[in-house]
């Protein structure tokens, strides 16, 4: 019976797969004779719209569905126990940069970030490759690289992945310098190095099993953010159709030096995911408004969120919470401004 | 009497593994007492990095997921003394020394 569970599940992930590539490629032609069988061209405003959105929530869910299994599955071999182990001890530098890659691949739920901060300072995790970790694992996360691929290509894609490893890398270095762990809280200074990095967590997990994780992860994430695609391609359709060619040139182009600050403060308080964002985001780079901007709105916005803030006042002092946003802050907007200074 | 703690400070998932535990308990007529615990720092005590998590008779078995009901249903099951196989989730549960 064993046997047969694990021959249906590798069955039908190989049906499943073949089916994503066969859907995949005929997205385009699809919504092409859509559009011209309800008697639009692709020449009108709303034509243009209904062709965008038809074309892209099926195409940016489907790329979603199969990077998020693709993530689901590769949590089950890095869980953040393992993470923390390999981080214990680890110099500045080094170890920053290894949080920062660590935080692409871990499992992270903001809403485990308090134990997750406290479980590796306890470990002997230096505070700023701690900070690394927490910087990354938010900002570089799977909904929004597979947006990004879907809707920019792999170019600003993977641009946007080492840029946030930058920041992240960049941040946690400047934070470690800073000697900021009489900002944290007394009893968290207290713990600061009381335990090993062992794990106490059983990770026993087999083959068809790690399927099952990918499958759940799927439903968790595309069954919570496709809303917001559809809400969001459907608002970037608009902008696609109706608003005139260069409108954000003006406001958000590469001449006007101010966009970029403006952007960050604008994004930094905001709380949306990769996925309502992007969407919209996309749509505006057409409409003149230049990529170093876009980008700088894109990782404030996902990157720092008041309500993340919030949760790590437990931890943090204020001054240490002002010390991490205005830090993180200024590494985006040095990346807004190199942007679009370089391309 | 089986103590069952679920750890976790309020999340959606925390309740999905809560009612899991509770489906699975109350299915297989288990004598257990399973006790929600939210407060951070007995949370910390368990060494445990991301929740939902788990904790069986002081034994943390799983953390930052929602195992499936099979799952949960052996991490709850009696573990025989001196035994070195970790539940049925896999292939080999037969083989059980």
Known sequence: MKMNQSVRWWGG??????????????????????????????????????????????????????????????????????TRAMLSGRKRGAGNMLAAALGIVTPFCSCSAVPLFIGF???????????????????VNEVALALLFGMFGWKVALLYMFMGLAVAVLSGMVIGRMNMERHLEEWVQKLQGSAGPGSAVPLAMVWPGRMREGLVHVKEIVGRVWVFIVLGVGLGAG????????????????????????AVLIGVPMYSNAAGIIPVVQALLGKGAALGTVMAFMMSVIALSAPEMIILRKVLRPRLIAVFAGVVASGIMLVGFVFNLVL | MLQV????????????????????????????????????QEIISYNVLSTPALVVDGAVRSAGRVPSAEEIRSMLAPRTRGCCCKGSSGASGSSCC
């Open chain 1, 239 to 262: 902008i696609h159709g109706y608003v005139p060619e260069n409108f954000m040139a003006s406001l958000m182009g590469r001449e006007v030096w101010w966009s970029v600050p403006a």
């Open chain 2, 5 to 40: 703690k679920i750890l976790g400070t309020g999340c959606a998932k925390c309740g999905q593994l809560a009612d899991t535990v509770r489906a699975v308990i109350a299915a297989d007529g288990i004598a257990a007492e399973v006790e929600k615990v939210q407060d951070m």
């Open chain 1, 13 to 82: 992930f190989l049906l499943a797969a073949l089916l994503w590539v066969f859907v995949y490629g005929r997205l385009e032609g699809f919504a092409e004779v859509l559009v011209s069988s309800v008697g639009l061209s692709r020449a009108l405003p709303f034509g243009e719209a209904l062709y965008f959105f038809i074309y892209e929530v099926p195409k940016v869910l489907l790329l979603l569905t199969a990077v998020v299994f693709v993530m689901g599955v590769v949590h089950t071999f890095v869980s953040p126990e393992r």
């Open chain 1, 121 to 139: 300072l306890q470990a002997g995790v230096p505070l700023g490759v701690t900070f690394s970790f927490l910087i990354s694992a938010p900002m």
